[in-house]
């Protein structure tokens, strides 16, 4: 059953005479606005085009031609094809370009990481910080005149390997003999930690004073994490209190940030494979799929017919075990230790058992290639799949469900705390089983089909109150519907070749950019590249669902006990790998 | 009534505390070793896996299958009189493809014309920088290196592997991946034979 998909052509150079041109750079698309007429185009494209998410938003340095790009992708929650617009803006500092966060407030984390690793300052941002790297940090690491510790040369594969390939440790490369790049003149004799006040001054603006006049009292500031059992890593929040109650709330991250973009760019198109896997490290097999769906994009190939079933089982399976996963790590979050969390955890290890046997690896897989997949799944594998698909995880699922969905303590914590209506979902760019539970019945597999998603017969899982409640029940309506496509897809699944290309180690991507998105476990994972012919991306940006949907955690706490903030961050499904990139 | 749904809850934490117990005996009744075993290592991470799942490592290990990756090593085949004969040109492709480049290769020269001798003079693999992708064996076209299945390899000192250290025989090689093994042997034995037959066929009309 295929969706019909909205073919409404937008035409804003029409609607935008003088203010808006066509792309016409070979092998992109969309259309370029000038910056002083960004804030009414981007209103019209919301208001009258209809296009009310923002997906993407990211930066491009165009160092010979000496200019910046703002990248804009946006979408419709009905569904369809997106519109892309840019901004260009000449390299000269000080960079400035209008903030959206007025029109989308998804757009707030996007811009704050554009002016952090481009120095591209969104002017009427209410909160104009660094977010990645911390207060203090010398220079923007993704433009490309900016050179890591470790620099050894522009592009991989390095000439020092071969045919003169004489070892040398990365740091003895470096001066300081570590992984540092101090800023000039700097003393650590006189150094201060001085930059915090910028982040709890953001947040006085949440603070509100004593009204009643009858007591006086001062809010706390209380700093969860960044080591705090329930943050899935490194993540920090600082929160001001009233009490109990949560009054502004500022999430600090980057303590796991590497610049994987960075990291991309100096490698070739085929490289970038195994890094994605580091992503979102539960779901290597989706990030293997959004990366090379990108590629392919680009490189305008087939993918082989039975490496696209491969894809989808592959892909299915790791939205289950992942569902499956932040179940019980939610349950573990708020109290009942590891009961729930070791019963998930015997599916889990079996789904990756199949992993390790057809790729290679548990969770690190990097079993994607251009064109299809890097090695056929036997038949005795299949059948272990079949078994776990039609016999063992329904039944488990139901077990699951009868262990947890009724039990009045966990009820009770649940419903009706952190509701998220539709509209604020739209407006924060909130995607993935999130945004489905506050009534908004957008999936990528059905909205904007990939692979062959159109093919299978499924529901897309939506509830309506947008709390806690339904964001977890949610879960277990996708896990149903992915053993639903899972069923179809391995009785479909045909013989043949299991990729459409030759094996190549170097790659060659037409220039042009692609932006390839993908329903993630987790979200809209998106990848935003641009090719300029070689063998490397110029520009490879990663829309990580995890960041993304972060960006409401401020709204859906303001109000509520700190208690339940915990649940929440467990509710959001972030993973470090992916959120600090 | 509150707290029904608790106690529908316990019922399942009920049946499955019963199970283990249920499994573990009727494994001993049929006299079956449902510990320590290969046996009983499959089963627990097989579809019907009731009971005590976990695996107790190191005294009991996860039987990795065929694919599994775990760092590289250079292939040679022994030869009749003793001698290692390296698979490895030295062509570059494995240090090229590498993600994180860990691998560096010295390719040697013939010293008497100065041309390129295929046997790398050293090659040198920086373990702790490796990530196990197995990009370098997959796109290998001498099946000369192949990724390990020894995992457990931890070292407080940094692990930069030569030549020598990397070299395994490809009896070792079979060992571990029998079906990888004979997929390519018979792979080259038919490039062989049809090299062989192109020679004649090329051979007979000069003739």
Known sequence: MATPTLTQTVDLVARFPGKVTADERPGYSGFIVTKESLIEVATAVRDEFGFDLLSSLTGVDYLAENKMEVVYNAYKTTGGAGLEFKVQVERVDPIEVPSLTGIWRGAEYQEREVWDLYGIKFTDHPDMRRILMWEGFEGHPLRKDWKEAFYEEEIKPYKSRWPEGKHTFAEDRNPFHDNLNLPKDFDPEKYVVDKEEDLYASLERHTMKDEEGKMKTDSVVVNLGPHHPSTHGVLRVAVTLNGETVMGLKPVMGYLHRNHEKIGERNTFTQIIPYTDRLDYFNSMSNNFGYVTAVEKLMKIQVAERAEYIRVIMAELSRIQNHLIFVGMLINDLGSMFTPAFYVFEERELILDIFEAVSGSRMMCNYYRFGGVVRDVSDEMLQKIKDLVFERLPAKTDEVERLLNENELLVGRLKGTHVLSAEDAINFSVTGPVLRASGVPYDLRRADPYSIYDRFDFDVAVRHNGDMMDNYLIRFDEIRQSLRILEQALKQIPQGPINSQKPNYQIKVPAGEAYGRIESPKGELGFYIVSNGKGNPYRYHVRAPSFVNLTAIEKMCIGTKIQDFVALLAMLDIVMGELDR | ?207
């Open chain 2, 1 to 207: 009534m509150y707290g029904l749904g608790i106690l529908k809850g316990l019922s399942v934490t009920w049946k499955r505390f019963w199970d283990t117990y249920i499994d573990d005996i009727s494994w001993a009744v049929s006299g079956k070793k449902r510990y320590r075993t290969e046996e009983g290592i499959k089963h627990r991470s097989s579809k019907n896996t009731k009971g005590i799942f976990t695996v107790q490592y190191p005294e009991e290990q996860l039987i990795v299958p065929e694919e599994f990756r775990f760092l590289p090593f250079l292939v040679y085949d022994e030869l009749a009189d003793g001698t290692k004969d390296i698979r490895c040109t030295s062509c570059g492709i494995c240090a090229k493809v590498c993600p994180p480049q860990c691998i560096w290769i010295v390719r040697s020269n013939d010293p008497v014309t100065g041309k390129p001798v295929a046997v790398p003079a050293a090659y040198y693999l920086d373990a702790d920088i490796c990530m196990n992708c197995g990009f370098c064996a997959e796109y290998c076209p001498f099946d000369a290196i192949k990724m390990d299945h020894n995992f457990d390899i931890a070292s407080t000192e940094r692990s930069v592997y030569n030549l020598e250290r990397l070299l395994k025989p490809a009896s070792y090689y079979a060992e571990i991946r029998p079906q990888n093994f004979t997929m390519e042997e018979e792979a080259r034995k038919a490039k062989e034979a049809a090299k062989a037959a192109k020679a004649k066929a090329a051979a007979a009309p000069a003739a």
